[in-house]
């Protein structure tokens, strides 16, 4: 399982405010959907996918009358974390029905892996806190000491090992964005697409329960079908549906 909006933070808010006030720190102005559009990835990269934006380029350019450099993507990432690590801690509550289908799959013995686009240093301030309102993993890989995050498989891989898990056919890779889908197909996994409380629906839980039900209901299932094109094979509204899903790809295996 992912982290920031899968398992806490609906919405995925704390790495997108902390984006755009580091973007405003040097006198660039970014959206809130070109931040998303990365989510997922490591943070510097994420950084260096936003700097290749078309229109974010130019305005860097607008802005310093130069191009950009792997300096300002340094200087950036330092910036990034100051703002995210003064937040961090207030976005670290779990989304609904996760804790009850950690506990129900934990029953069933299933290992609860997780991957993240934060650091070893940014999961040992949202660990704690998660751990505190309930929600923990088993284990826990960042893209730290690995030769990539992010859409690559290393993380999965790691956690495969650390949890000693030999069949990527016995994985189940769960996440709120593309980049997570793109990660458990690079590694072979079964991959789940989870809507609401995700980057990609971008909105916060206030937002989803006043939002009118069929305007709701159109910008689910422009999601869902965003992240069915992106290749996952399942798209669910919650984590509540997730044991049902696991039983369908159990039912695969019994019937070969």
């Not at 506990?103 to 997780?114: D, F, N, V, Y």
């Not at 709120?176 to 980057?199: C, H, P, Y």
């Not at 369908?248 to 295996?253: D, G, P």
Request: with cysteine.
């Amino acid at each position: 399982m992912d982290w920031a909006g899968t398992a806490v933070d609906f919405g995925c808010y704390a790495p997108v405010n902390a984006f755009i006030r580091a973007f405003e720190e040097i006198a660039v102005d970014i959206s809130t959907e070109e931040v998303r559009e990365p989510m997922g990835a490591a943070k510097i990269e994420h950084i260096r996918r936003l700097l290749r934006m078309e229109r974010i380029n130019q305005a860097f350019k607008a802005a310093h009358h130069r191009d950009w450099s792997e300096e300002d993507v340094v200087k950036l990432n330092q910036s990034f974390e100051k703002f995210l690590f003064a937040t961090l801690t207030d976005h670290t509550d779990p989304i609904p029905h996760v804790l009850d289908t950690v506990s129900l799959l934990r029953c069933k013995g299933i290992k609860i892996g997780s991957t993240t686009g934060y650091t070893r240093a940014m999961m040992d301030v949202v660990e704690p806190f998660a751990r505190s309102k309930g929600y923990c993993a088993d284990n826990c890989v960042t893209p730290d000491g690995l030769p990539m995050g992010r859409p690559a498989p290393f993380m999965i891989f790691r956690n495969m090992i650390d949890l000693n898990i030999r069949d990527v056919d016995s994985v189940i890779k769960v996440g709120d964005t593309l980049e997570d889908i793109r990660e458990g197909l690079n590694a072979k996994t079964w991959t789940v697409g989870v809507v609401v409380g995700s980057s990609e629906l971008g909105l916060s839980e206030i937002e989803v329960n006043n939002l009118p039900k069929s305007e709701l209901n159109e910008q689910i299932a422009a999601v869902r079908q965003k992240m069915t094109q992106g290749g996952a094979h399942y798209v669910i509204n919650s984590l509540a549906e997730l044991p049902d899903v696991i039983e369908r790809i159990n039912s695969l295996f019994s019937t070969t």
